[in-house]
């Protein structure tokens, strides 16, 4: 949106912020690893283009999923951008990633200032009508991952399979409770879209993110907590936790045994990740970062750093991301109304 709307949009913005979020943090449709939709290569690149540094807004803090894809990702971009530039990685956490994306939504559409974007801060935050901005607002460049979240369990815990799991709350309602990184955000959906399947009841207790809430499991004041994969990855290699599902919609290579639900017919979310750039920016220079992107995602370094944190690349371009963010939003928007988040 530009002008007059994106005016409107930040009086919006910062109105809605002074009060709390809703945490977040998809899957209608889930990124394709080969995706070529990538309709903003078949422009032919400006020649000029970039001929400053780029700026990488990270929405989150330092050390997150988020932060380590992003940092990663412009380590190696540099080598593929024309005239030798840089991206140069800058923090702007707050409201559940809105702060940062908010403020690419407010820049100027050149391309050099872009933004990380997430199934939370650009498909579910909108929904609940604090965003100065809506799913479509952004120009998409790719999707770079597309992690599944997992509900795990202390490693004595009396339930050794999901069929057990189930059984159990099914024929104890609010027996069970819960831990996710907070409310109304992709892991508490996915939790409320099995529950809706099934007519289950369970008990949910948000946390300001992924590590409190795993350390409520094992002090034992939840039964179970939902967190992305890599999250949960040393306490499970450490043996203090168990998996006893994959409740979002793609098998991961360190959980290829644990069972997919999504398979079984319960609604999914995935924690996908992108990269957008403000409304209008010219299409040769979402062409020229999209490729630069797009060959840093597939440069065996970053395959190898997504690795050591089990984070697998799951590339999708713009026009599927478009259609991706979509599907999410309409998709999270029809369960969080379901479960009374949004009235």
């Known amino acids: 949106m530009m002008g007059k709307s994106r005016t409107l949009f930040s009086l919006a913005w910062t109105v809605a912020l002074t009060g709390s979020m809703l945490a977040g943090c998809g899957k209608a449709s889930e990124p394709a690893a080969t995706s070529g939709q990538a309709a903003a290569s078949s422009v032919k690149p400006a020649a000029d283009f970039p001929k400053k540094p780029i700026e990488l807004i990270v929405p989150y803090a330092t050390g997150g999923g988020t932060d380590v894809t992003a940092r990663t990702l412009a380590n190696a971009v540099s080598k593929y951008l024309p005239n030798q530039q840089t991206v140069v990685t800058v923090n702007k956490p707050g409201a559940s990633g809105v702060i940062g994306l908010g ?192 060959k840093a995602l597939e440069d065996p370094e970053t395959v190898n750093e997504f690795k050591k944190i089990g984070i697998e690349p799951a590339y999708s371009g713009p026009d599927e991301f478009k259609k991706i963010a979509e599907e999410t939003y309409k998709s999270t928007r029809d369960v969080a109304t379901k479960v009374g988040l949004i009235k």
């Open 103 to 294: 403020e690419v939504f407010q820049a100027k559409p050149d391309g050099y200032k872009i933004s990380m974007a997430t199934i939370g801060n650009l498909a579910i935050q909108p929904n609940y009508g604090k965003t100065p901005y809506s799913y479509d607002s952004f120009e998409p460049i790719l999707i770079a991952n597309s992690v599944p979240h997992i509900l795990a369990v202390q490693a004595d815990a009396p339930w050794k399979t999901v069929d057990e799991w189930l059984d159990y709350v099914q024929k104890n309602p609010n027996a069970f409770s819960y831990s996710t990184p907070g409310q109304g955000n992709t892991q508490h959906l996915n939790m409320e879209g099995v529950a809706l399947k099934d007519g289950l009841k369970l008990k949910h207790v948000p946390f300001d993110g992924a590590a409190p809430a795993i350390t409520a499991l094992l002090g034992g004041h939840v039964h179970g907590a939902v967190v992305q994969v890599h999250e949960a990855k040393p306490q499970v290699d450490a043996g203090a936790l168990r998996i006893l599902a994959n409740i979002g919609t793609s098998k991961a290579e360190a959980i290829k045994d644990v069972p997919l639900l999504h398979e079984r017919g319960y609604i999914g979310y995935n924690a996908w990740t992108g990269i957008v750039a403000p409304k209008g920016t010219p299409p040769e220079a979402v062409a020229i970062l999209h490729d630069a992107f797009k």
